[in-house]
């Protein structure tokens, strides 16, 4: 059974930076990509980053330039870190990853900018 386990988040400053751990457990035979989401109350899941096996990142408008992704694949870890915080980054971040060609969601962890 493949977990993710998120680390990090919390409260961060406007301009500041905050980062964000995924690390998949369990036993599997091939990560495909991992990534990140966030959601605010009421409002729809949306893409923050994501990340291949092979290395092809995708941004979303809103955080290119100030987010970057990365993976460990030796760890199975997706790592995000966030620069420039702005409040509007502020949401529940999920990590998700595609395992075995299966899609799995962390529990999620909050991200706050607030001065």
């Known amino acids: 059974q493949v977990q993710l386990v998120e680390s990090g988040g919390g409260l961060g400053q406007p301009g500041g930076s905050l980062g964000l751990a995924c690390a998949a457990s369990g036993s599997h035979c091939r990560l495909y990509n991992m990534g990140w989401y966030r959601q605010a109350p009421g409002k729809q899941r949306e893409l923050a980053a994501q990340i291949t096996s092979m290395r092809i990142i995708n941004y979303s408008n809103s955080v290119k330039g100030r987010f970057t992704i990365s993976l460990d694949s030796a760890k199975n870890t997706a790592y995000l870190q966030m620069n420039n915080l702005k409040p509007e980054d502020t949401d529940v971040y999920y990590c998700?990853?595609?395992?075995?060609?299966?899609?799995?969601w962390g529990r999620g962890t909050q991200v706050t900018v607030s001065s």
């Open positions: 998700n990853a595609n395992i075995n060609l299966e899609m799995y």
